[in-house]
C-alpha cells in the first residue's frame, strides 16, 4: 500500500468522522436519540475524557480543567507519534495489513482530537438547544472540546432474573458504550495488529524506500 491510498484512506475517514460529528451536534440537543432498529440508536452524548468517558481527574488529584489539558496535550504527541511510525512503514514498503491498521489509528486519533482542541470555540453549547456551528458564544477555550459521540448499539436491554445472586432485578444492556466513526476506526486498526499480528509485522526481504 503506497502513501497516495493510505492519504486516501485517512482522509475518507476523517471527512466521515467529521460530517458526522457536525450534522449531530447542529440537529441534536444533547441526550436526543433516534432509534433505527431495536439494537441501533443515534443517541447525542458528549465525551469529556478519555476512553468510555474516563477523566483524569477521576484518577489523579487534578482540577477537571487541567486534567483535560494534559489528555489533550497528551493526544497531541501521540498522534505525532502515531503519524511518525505510519510515515516510516510507508517509507519501508512495510506490508498492507500493518499499513492499513496503522492508517486506521492515525484518523481515528486525528478526527478526535479535532473535536478535543477545537470544538469548543466552533460550537456553542448543546444544553436543552441545538448547537450552532461558528456562534458568537462558544462554550470552551481552544484545547477544552469535548468529543462527540452517536453510535449506540443496545443489542441487548432487559433485566437479570431475580435468581441470579447480586444483579437479579438489574438492568442489563449490552452494547453500553456510545462511540462515533473515529472511536470505530481506532479500535478496528487496533484489532487488526492484535488478530494479525503475525502478517502485519512480517520483515520482507529487499523492502523499497518510497
Given at each position: ?150 453510535l449506540y448499539f443496545p443489542m441487548i436491554d432487559t433485566v437479570w432474573p431475580d435468581w441470579i445472586p447480586f444483579v437479579g432485578g438489574k438492568a442489563f444492556r449490552f452494547f453500553e458504550p456510545v462511540f462515533n466513526i ?29
Amino acid at each position: 500500500m503506497n502513501f497516495k491510498k493510505s492519504l486516501l484512506l485517512v482522509v475518507i475517514l476523517l471527512l466521515a468522522d467529521q460530517l458526522s460529528k457536525i450534522y449531530i451536534k447542529t440537529h441534536f440537543e444533547l441526550g436526543e436519540s433516534v432509534e433505527v432498529f431495536s439494537w441501533f440508536k443515534i443517541l447525542f452524548i458528549e465525551n469529556e475524557g478519555a476512553a468510555w468517558g474516563t477523566k483524569l481527574s477521576d484518577i489523579l488529584p487534578l482540577s477537571e480543567k487541567t486534567g483535560k489539558l494534559i489528555l489533550t496535550v497528551f493526544r497531541l504527541l501521540a498522534i505525532g507519534g502515531i503519524g511518525y511510525w505510519l510515515w516510516d512503514i510507508l517509507r519501508k514498503n512495510a506490508n498492507t495489513t500493518l499499513v492499513v491498521a496503522v492508517s486506521l489509528i492515525f484518523a481515528g486519533a486525528i478526527g478526535n482530537i479535532i473535536d478535543s482542541v477545537f470544538y469548543g470555540q466552533l460550537f456553542n453549547h448543546s444544553y436543552g438547544q441545538i448547537a450552532t456551528l461558528g456562534s458568537d458564544d462558544p462554550y470552551a477555550g481552544l484545547f477544552y472540546g469535548k468529543v462527540v459521540d452517536m453510535l449506540y448499539f443496545p443489542m441487548i436491554d432487559t433485566v437479570w432474573p431475580d435468581w441470579i445472586p447480586f444483579v437479579g432485578g438489574k438492568a442489563f444492556r449490552f452494547f453500553e458504550p456510545v462511540f462515533n466513526i473515529a472511536d470505530t476506526a481506532i479500535s478496528t486498526g487496533v484489532g487488526i495488529l492484535l488478530v494479525f499480528n503475525k502478517t502485519a509485522f512480517e520483515k520482507r526481504d529487499n523492502q523499497k524506500e518510497k
